[in-house]
């Protein structure tokens, strides 16, 4: 059985607009990649730092280690989103 795909582009031309609309909907419930993976990082680190701070300290949260990248705002997230979409169905 042979598992993932070698070609994004080729793949993206073969899905479906529904089928790719039903992947993003389950990403935002269930996601996973680096953010999810920064995540159990940061919720591993936060205990290890909460199990040797002083009992005056502050308590850490996961988000404290975490990387900080710059956000996009709604808009133009939209915006880039509507536009790789385009691209990968071959619209302009």
Do not use: Q
């Not at 199990?51 to 005056?56: H, L, P």
């Not at 990387?67 to 169905?89: H, Y």
Request: hydrophobic share 45%.
């Amino acid at each position: 059985m042979k598992v993932g795909r070698l070609d994004v582009d080729a793949m993206l031309s073969e899905i479906s607009s529904h089928t790719l609309s039903e992947w993003m909907a389950y990403d935002r419930l269930e996601p996973w990649g680096e953010e999810r993976a920064d995540l159990r990082a940061g919720i591993i680190a936060a205990t290890i730092a909460n199990s040797m701070r002083g009992k005056k300290g502050k308590p850490f949260k996961p988000a404290d280690f975490m990387p900080k990248f710059e956000m996009e705002d709604e808009e133009m997230a939209v915006a880039t989103m509507i536009a790789k979409m385009r691209a990968a169905l071959g619209g302009k």
